[in-house]
Nanobody, 113 residues
Framework: QVQLVESGGGLVQSGGSLRLSCAASGFTYNAYTMSWYRQAPGKERDLVATIITPGDSTRYADFLKGRFTISRDNAKNTVYLQMNNLKPEDTAVYYC??????WGQGTQVTVSS
């Protein structure tokens, strides 16, 4: 059973930055995807970014316009989401996903105007 533990959320002012972390454990796959999703109140859960192992190719939602970066530390089995120039509309619960199947508990990101 894959376990995902997210951290790094919080309250930040508009224009600020945060880095989310997702530590994964309990898997033996050599090829997999890890993604970040987000869900704002009353809205659907949207894909934000994906990183593919092996090779570390990445994909991003169009609405990000280059503000977020997904990366991975192989040694720590951890995926990061660096979020820059945050806007109030980025306020949401951010979830880590492994292989399209396993979810973390979510971490709240709140951006004040």
């Amino acid at each position: 059973q894959v376990q995902l533990v997210e951290s790094g959320g919080g309250l930040v002012q508009s224009g600020g930055s945060l880095r989310l972390s997702c530590a994964a454990s309990g898997f033996t796959y050599n090829a997999y995807t890890m993604s970040w999703y987000r869900q704002a109140p009353g809205k659907e859960r949207d894909l934000v970014a994906t990183i593919i192992t092996p090779g570390d190719s990445t994909r991003y939602a169009d609405f990000l316009k280059g503000r977020f970066t997904i990366s991975r530390d192989n040694a720590k089995n951890t995926v990061y989401l660096q979020m820059n120039n945050l806007k109030p509309e980025d306020t949401a619960v951010y979830y880590c996903n492994f292989g399209g199947r396993f979810w973390g508990q979510g971490t709240q990101v709140t951006v004040s105007s």
